[in-house]
């Protein structure tokens, strides 16, 4: 912490009443995140970002989108006599951006009983870091007389509510308010320069418990030091109907007091002007309104909103979202909020700019995702913005996404001179290692067979078998197509169940997840084999479930990248079950929520998830549905128009909607948004790529390849793979005729194995195939029958495996119905190898 004499060194500190009383304040919390817009200049340089709710100003991130350095800064107004007005509670007001093509937002509110109107803009300062608010009051002469503004704003330094301290100081002759905590300094002032200020802790001293006990500031305190605080500066409105309030922020004091006063010198016009310019170079892809039915507003927003949450520092790293979920009930232990960044929720901001013609922007994104992935072609399950992991389940739907948008970007010819192909085989290699069983399906909570991840999974590998072939690796290719394919071969094996319950008419039907078999990775044996857990469930709810119970939308991306067709039998089964389950009517448009029994939502009585709740309806996922609907040849102008609907005035697409009767007390409203975070990016995203789609008649998402070799071949089934892959990790003890067997590992080893019980024995090396992917295959004949015992040495590390692993061969129409994990079994371990002496 900074000490009192670097102040009183480098500018004058005004003492007035001393320090303020009540330190360290209330428990911190962020505030709402309902955001009706996210705000920041197109220019790089300026590495500020300013969040907007309830006509108020938010969050402000600096020096990087992940970081947030305010909890709120809002308008109080007070006669001294017979009211005290707070902008958040009192006003009522109007939204609107100046420009349509930018980012800059006017709110006009209107005091009670229209006493007087307050319009505010909010930019920042085009090229530095500096939040701009211009404030335009008008009211009659009498009210102006003794009408007074004070702007009070709470930092949460450096990411958090704690440990903050303010003193009020005069720099170059005006009145200002100075706060730091650790190297982040914050200057607030205003062109006019505040008459009085204060330093307060929350709940005791500041400022809002002075007005609203006193009806007017009675408090001067100079300074308040390690707490959770809020500022307060005076503007008296009979000398300034119009004003600009400064929030400058730098890696110190001199870097954010400077920045305020140069911000402050240049007249607010002129930044508004170039502000918008600057918007305007962005481009908004005209082309696509005229799939929208809103005229395209939605359209210019989104596409913005994709563009504003791209860092400025870290090019190419884009978050999920500039809010914290139920923010205004979660203290500075919730850090990460949604402004961190998930390879899942980025490679579709990427491909929503993909769509939108930004080649150079989603090449950004392929390149620092290359930058981020580990040594072993995974990735972090999220992390901040510099790359540092924040949690640690292993997601392979976002270790197969990267891989799908360097092939688009390959595709059209806009990987520029960047050398994708390593990154892709480490991917892909990554993915070779683990699949089919993920540690986290996409709501990062279970393990298992997920439809949603696999389809991911057999895109990428098949998008990097591609690339693999252009880069002469045939051998490769060659692996990750019979990887993938079999996957595909099994893929309703594992991830449907043909003893449904949801809806009596529809036994065979996909679920959300099968877990893991025992032995498998990943298993919880906590649980009773076939079941899982649900995250999130209120502490007197049922919590673990059949698998065959929990359903998602999640089949639906094998429609996506053309892994199925939209009408195969399973497909359209399926969606009668998701409809009966899931699906929500609102008056703004249809919805679904992610899975039955989900509790990550808005408590059943409208109060904030705090660790459990209800899981409500996501707008995203009507842009799923409606992809499905486009490629089965249907028109989705309804979904189009619901996602309009679904968007805040501000157009900011909700994570969840209310999906109940509407309860007023608690500003729930049925289709409107919950609590959760608002922007959703991928939401965003997610729109933008649907008004591709149905300016193309086709879904954008769709991955030629893929199709080519499963979508279209589905009608007969003339497509089998020809492979049976064992891992020790996930141990195959049955094969049919004529398949190979193929055993894989991440380090090489060497095969010894014999079809007659030892009576003959023969050695096989492993090749590697890609990076730290190494296989041996072991073929058969159509009309073999008998076992493979094999045993597994690893020559580097002078490793034998320690067991034997017997594969019966047995006919293909055995295993017809047989669903997949009864294939596996445990690794026991200890067993005696039962070979020749000699090995």
Avoid at 466 to 494: G, K, M, N, Q
Wanted: glycine share 8%; proline share 5%.
């Amino acid at each position: 912490m900074r000490k009192m004499s670097d102040l009183v060194s480098a500018y004058h500190w005004l003492d007035d009443d001393g320090p303020a009383f009540g330190g360290p304040g209330l428990e911190p919390r962020w505030t709402s995140s309902r955001k009706n817009a996210v705000i920041t200049a197109y220019a790089a340089s300026s590495r500020v970002w300013l969040t907007t709710s309830h006509g108020t100003l938010n969050e402000i991130y600096f020096p990087t989108i992940d970081k947030p350095q305010t909890r709120d800064m809002e308008l109080l107004f007070t006669d001294e006599r017979t009211f005290v007005h707070e902008e958040k509670r009192d006003f009522r007001y109007d939204f609107n951006y100046i420009d349509p093509d930018a980012t800059a937002v006017r709110v006009t509110a209107t005091a009670p009983g229209g006493l007087y109107k307050v319009t505010k803009e909010f930019i920042s300062d085009p090229h530095h870091p500096v939040v701009l608010v211009n404030v335009k009051i008008e009211a009659s002469p009498e009210v102006l007389a003794t009408l007074k503004c004070y702007a009070l704003l709470a930092p949460h330094l450096d990411g958090g509510g704690h440990g903050n301290s303010a003193r009020s100081i005069q720099v170059a002759g005006q009145r200002a308010l100075l706060a730091w905590k650790n190297n982040v300094s914050l200057a607030f002032g205003a062109d006019c320069g505040f008459s009085r200020t204060s330093c307060g802790f929350v709940g005791s001293s500041d400022g809002f418990q002075d007005l609203q006990k006193n009806g007017k500031m009675t408090w001067q305190f100079g300074q308040a030091l390690n707490g959770n605080l809020a500022v307060m500066g005076e503007i008296e409105c009979c000398h300034n109907q119009q004003f600009t309030i400064a929030i400058a922020l730098g890696d110190g004091h001199h870097a954010a007091l400077a920045g305020m006063m140069q911000t402050l010198s240049t007249p607010y016009a002129l930044h508004c002007k170039r502000f918008i310019e600057q918007w305007h170079r962005a481009e908004a892809p005209l082309r696509l309104a005229a799939s929208s039915t809103d005229g395209g507003r939605l359209m210019r927003i989104s596409h913005n909103m994709v563009l504003t949450h791209e860092d400025k520092t870290y090019s190419g790293a884009f978050i999920a979202s500039a809010s914290v979920p139920w923010g205004a009930s979660k203290s500075d232990d919730d850090l990460g909020g949604y402004h961190l960044v998930w390879t899942r929720d980025m490679v579709q901001s990427a491909t929503a700019l993909l769509a939108c013609g930004r080649i150079d922007t989603a090449r950004r994104a392929l390149v620092y995702l290359a930058c981020t992935q580990h040594a072993d072609g995974g990735f972090a399950q999220n992390f901040w913005i510099d790359g540092t992991p924040y949690w640690s389940g292993i997601q392979l739907d976002e270790v197969a996404f990267p891989i799908i948008l360097a092939w688009r970007l390959w595709k059209v010819d806009g990987l520029g001179n960047f050398d994708v192909f390593p990154f892709v085989e480490a991917a892909a290699s990554f993915l070779c290692r683990y699949a089919p069983v993920t540690q986290q399906e996409r709501w990062e909570e279970n393990a298992g067979y997920s439809p949603s991840t696999l389809a991911a999974v057999i895109a990428g590998l098949v998008c990097a078998a591609d690339i693999s072939r252009a880069h002469d690796a045939t051998d490769v290719a060659d692996s990750l197509e019979a990887y993938a394919d079999w996957i595909e071969s099994h893929l309703d094996e594992w991830t449907t169940t043909s003893d449904g319950v949801l809806l009596p008419e529809v036994k065979r039907h996909y679920i959300r997840i099968t877990p893991p078999a025992p032995g498998e990775p990943f298993h919880n044996d906590s649980i009773p084999v076939g079941t899982i857990r649900i995250a999130n469930r209120g502490p007197e709810e049922k919590s673990v479930f059949e698998a065959r119970e929990v359903v998602d939308g999640g089949f639906l991306e094998l429609v996506r990248y053309g892994i199925r067709r939209a009408d195969d039998p399973l497909m359209i089964d399926t969606l009668k079950v998701i409809d009966a389950t899931l699906k929500i009517e609102t008056p703004n448009g249809v919805c679904w929520r992610r899975y039955n029994h989900d509790g990550y939502g808005q408590k059943k009585d409208g109060g904030p998830y705090d660790g459990w709740g209800q899981g409500r309806a996501w707008p995203l996922l009507g842009g799923e549905r409606a992809h499905y609907e486009l490629a089965a040849g249907k028109d989705v102008k309804s979904f189009i128009t619901a996602f309009e609907k679904f968007a805040s005035y501000g157009g900011m697409m909700p994570e969840q909607v209310w999906d109940h009767a509407d309860l007023p007390e608690e500003g729930m409203f049925l289709g409107y948004s919950a609590g959760s975070a608002q922007p959703l990016v991928w939401c965003h995203a997610e729109y933008l790529k649907l008004l591709r789609s149905v300016a193309d008649h086709k879904v954008f998402d769709n991955i030629s390849v893929v199709e080519e070799r499963y979508a279209k071949l589905a009608a007969d089934r003339k497509f089998k793979s020809g492979v049976e892959i064992f891992r020790t990790s996930r141990i195959l003890t049955t094969l049919p005729a004529g398949q190979t067997l193929r055993i894989a590992d991440h380090s090489k080893f060497r095969v010894t194995w014999s079809k007659d019980n030892w009576a003959t024995v023969e050695h096989l090396d492993s090749v590697q195939i890609g990076k730290a992917f190494y296989q041996a295959d072991i073929p058969t004949a159509k009309d073999e029958s008998g076992t493979i015992t094999f045993t597994l040495e690893y020559p580097a590390e002078n490793r034998w495996l320690g067991r034997n692993y017997d594969v019966a061969i047995v006919a293909p129409s055995a295993l017809i119905d047989d669903p997949a994990p009864s294939q596996v079994t445990p690794s026991d371990g200890g067993i005696e190898v039962k070979v020749p002496a000699t090995i």
